[in-house]
């Protein structure tokens, strides 16, 4: 009898599809790895130190894992985050560890496409000359700003756009 002794190999870590930015702290990560015994949990963290076997989300053993699963990006501020994934197999051996990195920002441009005439819309950034370029540069044609000033509990502006 053959006694497998090497840990998951051939993994893959992707989050939110491979998307560079990200404007929510819950994200989706493809998974996936291959073993001799079969896969048989993963872990995920921000941290990147190896986690102990009962740290592990235990799967059905499987030679050929693959799974999107949600996680929580739980670190501080925004920017660069990057989340590990580890792979254990039916035998207790550990994969070293693959990395995949977001963006994690705090300012959103869903649905600013959106803006039509009979919207009045109003957003809040920290960031008031991004905002001010983004809304000039591409929505403001017939209409008008308002900025209405630093907010000073959030410490964001407000703009106000209303369409003439």
């Not at 949990?41 to 030679?63: A, K, R």
């Not at 819309?121 to 591409?138: C, Q």
């Amino acid at each position: 009898m053959v006694e497998y002794t090497t840990p998951p190999d051939d993994a893959t870590i992707q989050i939110n599809s491979g998307a560079e930015k990200a404007t929510s702290r819950e994200v989706q990560v493809s998974l996936s790895a291959i073993d001799n015994v079969g896969v048989t949990g993963y872990y995920l963290s921000e941290n990147s130190n190896t986690p102990t076997l009962d740290q592990f989300v235990t799967v059905p053993s499987t030679s050929d894992y693959s799974q999107m699963v949600n996680f929580s990006i739980a670190s501080a501020g925004y920017g660069l985050k990057t989340v590990h994934a580890w792979f254990r197999d039916a035998n207790g051996y550990i994969s070293d560890v693959i990395s995949d990195t977001i963006t994690l920002s705090s300012e959103t441009t869903t649905g600013i496409e959106a803006l039509a005439s009979n919207y009045k819309l109003y957003f809040e950034t920290e960031n008031l000359a991004a905002l001010m370029g983004l809304f000039h540069d591409n929505y403001l044609s017939g209409g008008y700003t308002n900025v209405s000033g630093r907010d000073k509990l959030s410490q964001k502006w407000s703009l106000g756009i209303e369409p003439l």
